[in-house]
């Protein structure tokens, strides 16, 4: 039997003024330029914008990887910017779950002994219900037939499912993935980023996911548009013409 404590929160992530300034004077670069953003919880949320427009720099500010400027972070009713170095690296672990372009897996260990490798170096007992989550976990990401495989055994595709069941399977409240399709062919991409979009539908998970990509994005429900720091739009459940449409206007390259 689970009970919560708190009222549930309206938002998953949110930021306020975020602001984050790399270098001063002359070099200084705006990385964000006071971006508010409310993303909402138990949906599949894509960042999306240009080369250089931000969209690593909010995604790290919003998983506390990285300290704003200025501005506020709040997280599962936590601010992150109140938090010392420890209070928020615990946070981390704790609620978060994180996906990026490598796999990092350990190559010597089978795709369950990644999976659970972050709780047992987080001193956390895999019993019953740890047990639980990953059955569940792993049957969402359709890997319980190559559990006992390591990742030399796997495509690409079944890496990074398992780089995601390993980001699911810690109980985290959100996940964030940086460009998570950035090193896998069209056909892998889009069975990874169907299990992503399972984990959000089937587990209740929230997803944030940054991809510079827009058939990637095509899988999520809402689409921030990220330029020059700021935030362009911020579309619910966009359709594809309309994706398309605010894409065009956002860069001065025209991608496709
Ligand atoms: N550690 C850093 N030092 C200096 N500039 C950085 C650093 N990280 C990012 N930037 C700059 O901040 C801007 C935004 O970068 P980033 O968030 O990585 O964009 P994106 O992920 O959209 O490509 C870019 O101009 C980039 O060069
Ligand atoms: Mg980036």
């Given amino acids: 039997m689970t009970t919560t404590t708190h009222a549930p929160v309206a938002t998953a ?21 006071g971006v508010d953003v409310d993303l909402a919880p138990g949906r599949f949320t894509a960042v999306m914008g240009p080369s250089g427009s931000g969209k690593s720099t909010l995604m790290h500010c919003l998983a506390g990887l990285d300290r704003p400027t200025r501005g506020t972070v709040t997280v599962d009713g936590v601010d992150l910017t109140r938090l010392d170095d420890d209070r928020l690296t615990r946070f981390r672990r704790d609620h978060l779950g994180f996906v990026f372009q ?5 190559p010597m ?5 990644n999976i659970l490798l972050p709780l047992e170096l987080a001193g956390r007992r895999v019993d019953a219900n740890v047990c639980d989550d990953l059955d569940t976990v792993v049957s969402v990401l359709g890997l319980g037939d190559r559990l006992g495989h390591r990742p030399s055994e796997l495509s690409g595709g079944q890496q990074q499912r398992v780089a995601i069941a390993r980001a699911l399977v810690s109980q985290a409240s959100i996940v964030f993935a940086d460009e998570p399709t950035g090193n896998l062919d069209s056909a892998a991409s889009a069975e990874v980023l169907a299990y992503l979009r399972r984990s959000v539908r089937e587990l209740g998970r929230t997803v944030v996911m940054v991809t510079h990509e827009i058939d990637a994005a095509a ?11 700021r935030i362009r739009s911020h579309l619910v459940s966009p359709s594809r013409a309309e994706l398309v449409s605010v894409l065009a206007g956002s860069s001065h390259r025209d991608a496709s």
């Fill in 13 to 33: 992530a949110s930021a306020r003024d975020l602001t984050k300034t790399y270098g001063t004077g002359a070099a200084a670069v705006h990385a964000l330029d």
């Fill in 102 to 106: 490598a796999f990092n897996l350990l």
């Fill in 109 to 113: 260990l089978t795709a369950r002994q």
């Fill in 219 to 229: 899988y999520a429900d809402d689409v921030v548009v990220l330029a020059d720091g």
